[in-house]
């Protein structure tokens, strides 16, 4: 069992949703956060006051996934997060030691689904 977390653009979020539905992943936590890489932000005008906004806005994505998702599941999100530009993401894939689901008790690859 893996967790994966991607950090990507906003607006690649429903492309990206989508490549993850083509592969039959269906089950994530979507958060927005901001934070800052290789973008380092930009500069703002705003009422004769420039400001320099270093923390751009992102979507976080977290999926649980078992060990048979784990590439179909990146490539899915590269497919649809990537623009070839500075800014896409990153995507991080850690070992879960347990999962357990709620409803059921159920434990392991089982609670992923």
Known sequence: MKMILAIIR???LPDVKQALFEENVRKMTVSN???C???MGFTEAWRGSVTEINLIKKVRLEIAVNDDFVEKT???II???RTGAIGDGKIFIMPMEECIRVR???KGTQ???
């Open 10 to 12: 906003p607006e690649s």
């Open 104 to 106: 059921t008790g159920e």
């Open 37 to 39: 890489g290789q973008q």
């Open 79 to 81: 497919r649809g997060a």
């Open 74 to 76: 990146v490539a899915a």
């Open 33 to 35: 956060v901001i934070g």
């Open 111 to 113: 609670a992923i689904g």
